[in-house]
């Protein structure tokens, strides 16, 4: 026993001496611009979370080897696990943020709505490339949130436009599955005003986290037979939503999944069956042969500094997301550089940057993304720079797109987005900046 | 050597009774709150403040809670996620919808709001015991995880269910910083546990563990079962409830259902269990293994200069901690409590052990 305790005694010092070890932390070397890097690459989101992460790290890897860095200051970056479990997300924000971290990415609307009452505090930028705070595109209130890319108020907007082609939505049916978190609910809010403005009926069918048990939702597709299903899942949900439409034999021609819900993981579990599935891409959908795409391969997968498990990974849909959120944090710091110097920049000039991107057709073709983004231009009161996107549908070996670009309508989407802000900046007492001024 | 009781004569009933009889005891508890108190907000960092010590107290909060029910009575919860959710959700809606209402005010109705569902969800224990009252407390977890995320009343008609506490202020000062939040809820934290501790020592935590021991015998002495039973529960969800209302205000900042499920029941369990049933410090001990123990083992790799990959670190993590859970009950089933109490004995026979 007395072994035992002695042993004992041994592990609670170790704990401590961690914890103490936690107080002094090795803070970046000052010559770096360091970048909280918040990943999952384990748990039941894995099969999405990792390309995603991949592609970031690996864009960051390209700038330092390819270009050693921003105007010369490399980046320097740190991976934390958050398993999109929005408590571990916060304490790894905490962990990373005592290195001076000047942009964040956490890729989970949960831990968005989380941060988003932290960053003010600590002066770091919240970017979160197509997910996150709808509302969070007006900068007035939201000044240190960047949905860029899009929102999912866009998307849903979108998607709505894109069946309302094939015809009225009067009397129509259309269901969304979704996610039962912040996440999924997000479209709801949209999805309800554009019901009453078309005249279509809503379902809302939510799925509980993790989403592999969906037998009930989809018995409800099959007796309600909604004319379209909109699918707003993430992670292991979107391939099994599919496996069960294929089961009740819904039409996948009439599924639409958001940018989250339409990528490789989601279809090939389902192999053959998924032909005719779409989904809306944010820009860009699976495409690998543009020249960042060769740099990748010229300077980090062929001398083995990959951080993909193989260099197959390089270019579908998550990672390319993964490579253009990075590109736009990149962007955001050059933006800030070129007023502010090229020097280690802080997070309130990059806020700057970020507030202040113009990026035109020709700009992200020099930076070797050919297409895969659409110009995009943020200001105070659009934090989102561009809201367009294009439909593309799996034919059973890849994606392939099916619509020309739609566009959100702000006509609609404004008044949702004002009233939100408003309400979001009455509740925590924000005094929204006056734009044009600051 | 130092520990011990020599020489210390109890004369009256009070010294006797009093809460740390044993002088030394009370020293290294009055200096330790004071070490709390006065030296750690100088000294630790934010990441220290909001990522450990905070989660750490407002969890060990809610664990005294559970050791009520659990520990002292012997009434097997698995809702206590639930009745966290009820506290931060009744404290969110008085913060919305009533104006100006003092911060203390608003944990305390939360707490009372949490009293009264648990009363109401403790009523079938007067039937069942058991494994069948845990999966009776079980439907209380599944219904407020309904209640709350179905329900838009409760989330001010959030679009995405998600809601935000408002800024904190106490006497029109604002909470803001990491070391003023973490002296907040240690505070709370402080009170409560005196109030817990002592209410265990008096009469009502008699009829507790009674009812514990053998619910028959405890009827037999004249304990009414029906008043031991739900004081606890009352007892209990006031104080989960009070924690549940720290963790979404002070904690979180915003949240959803989600923050509050079975995982999070499961975890109050775990943290009792090993912590140490029917123990006020088995709490804290049970709350620190849970907390500390897996963003200690996630760090360590980093600390030690040994490169691995995000996922294997997790995976690491993630083993690590289960067998160590394994090897605690193992080495001592009564908890860590337990072996702090057997570490004393010892402590107080050395150097001589007979």
Redesign the interface.
Known sequence: ??R??RK?AAALAL?VA??L???Q?VSAQSNEIFIPVL?Y??GAY?PNG?PW?DGYVDYLKLVNERDGGVNGIKLAYE???T?YA??RG??CY??L??KKGVAVNPLS??IT??L???VP?DKIVLMTTGYG???SVEGSVFQWNFPLLGTYWDAADMLVQHVKRKGPLKGKKIALVYH????G??P??LLEERAKMEGFQLILL?VT?PGVEQKATWLQVRQQRPDYVFLWGWGVMNSTSIKEAIAVSYPRLQMFGVWWSSAEPDVTPAEDAAKGYNGIALGHSAEGGFPVHKDMQKYLYDKGKGTASSAKEVGSVLYNRGMISAMLTVEAIKQAQSKYGKRVVTGEEVRWGAENLALDAGKIKGLGFGDMGQPLKTSCHDHGGVHKGRIHTWDGKQWSYTSDWLEADYKVLRPLVES?AKA?SA???ITPVACGKA | MIYRETGQFKTTYASDQQLFPILQDRWFVIGFLAFAFAAVPFMATDYLFLAILIPFLILSLAAIGLNILEGYCGQVSLGTGAFMAVGAYSAYNLAVRVPDLNLLVIFLLAGAIAMVFGILFGIPSLRIKGFYLAVATLAAQFFVDWLFARVKWFTNDSSSGSVSAPPLELFGHAIVTPAQQYVFVLAIVCVFALAARNLTRGAIGRSWMATRDMDVAAEVIGIRPMMAKLSAFAVSSFIVGVAGALWAFVRLGSWEPLAFDVNRSFQLLFMVIIGGLGSILGSFLGAAFIVVLPLVLNQLPTWLGIPLSTAMISHIEFMVFGALIVFFLIVEPRGLARLWAIGKEKLRLWPFPH
């Not at chain 1, 039962?180 to 996440?183: E, F, N, T």
């Open positions: 026993m007395k035992m305790f004992h704990a961690g914890a070890g936690a107080a932390d990943v690459r384990t894995a990792v992460a991976e934390c696990e398993g929005t408590d916060v304490e905490e962990r943020k005592s609307t949960g709505y989380a988003t009452d932290k505090a705070r709808s509302d039962d978190s912040p996440y609910k997000e709801i809010k939510p986290h939100s979001y509740e925590k007492k």
